[in-house]
């Protein structure tokens, strides 16, 4: 695989209009390059097509037109050459599972190796700290400690990229705090390429590499987050970013819906 995870061009996707009505053009010629390792975030107002687009690269939608090469090769639609793993929302895990057996059943779909499972789980269940929880069943577990066994069960079947859609955003502040700081130590650990959709610009400005702010189907700026790494939670810096971010955020949102306060 050479240093291009994503190359994507002129992208488009339309959803049928109902009862005859118009189709819906959600993504208007979206262009994107992703390199390895690196950390993106994608910022923009709601419906603006944010998680269409993750539908569309993890292989869920296959109806799109315009190109997107992976690694050099061209995509599939539905079946990318590279393993993927996608975070949402929700941790949606299987309630009748304890914590290992959820991480089981997605590396046997996976077919992961047999022979490589303890090893995984022993190093993710470490690195998100919940260890000792292996054997509880997620309504045993609070929502932070619910979303960080997604977020093994993700890593356990060595995605190349992980997809995260607001993961983060479903959880109280502190909580959602403490998954940011140990997201980006876990992407140091692990050199994952991450494409992480948020709302939330400061956790955009703390965690990502660039923001691309994205509105009306397009990716409208890109904003370089030049800030050192290993980052400080509360580094004027990235304060000072998020200052620059949330103007800019407001100015694509009001050109989006300008009838909106
Ligand atoms: N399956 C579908 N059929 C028809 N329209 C859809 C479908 N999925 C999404 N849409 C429409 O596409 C637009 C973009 O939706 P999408 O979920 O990608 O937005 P988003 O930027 O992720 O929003 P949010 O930040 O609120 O999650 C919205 O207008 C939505 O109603």
């Not at 929700?90 to 090893?119: I, K």
């Not at 987050?225 to 990235?238: L, T």
Request: overall charge neutral.
């Amino acid at each position: 695989m050479n240093d291009v995870v994503f190359s994507v061009r002129n992208l488009v996707k339309e959803f049928p209009g109902r009862d005859g009505a118009a189709p819906l053009r959600v993504l208007k010629g979206l262009d994107l390059v992703v390199r390895r390792n690196e950390f993106i975030c994608i910022l923009g107002p709601s419906g603006c097509g944010k998680s269409t687009f993750l539908n569309i690269l993890s292989g869920l939608d296959p109806r799109y037109s315009g190109e997107i090469d992976v690694g050099g090769r061209k995509f599939k639609a539905g079946k990318p050459p590279l393993r993927i793993g996608y975070l949402f929302q929700e941790p949606r895990l299987l309630p009748w599972l304890t914590a290992e057996q959820n991480v089981d059943f997605a590396m046997r779909s996976c077919r992961v190796p047999s022979s490589r499972w303890a090893e995984l789980k022993d190093r993710h269940f470490q690195l998100t700290r919940l260890d000792a929880f292996r054997g509880h069943y997620p309504h045993q577990m609070s929502g932070g400690m619910c979303q960080r066994l997604a977020l093994v069960r993700a890593l356990c079947v060595e995605p190349d990229v992980l997809l995260m859609d607001e993961p983060f955003s479903g959880l109280d502040e502190l909580t959602a705090r403490r998954l940011r700081v140990d997201l980006l130590d876990i992407w140091r650990d692990t050199g994952k390429t991450i494409i992480f959709v948020t709302h939330n610009s400061y956790e955009a400005s703390f965690l990502s590499d660039r923001i691309l702010m994205m509105s009306q189907g397009e990716v409208q700026q890109e904003i370089p987050i030049d800030v050192a790494r290993p980052r400080d939670y509360d580094d004027p810096g990235i304060f000072e970013i998020n200052r620059r971010v949330v103007k800019l955020f407001l100015e694509v949102a009001q050109a989006a819906a300008p009838a909106t306060p």
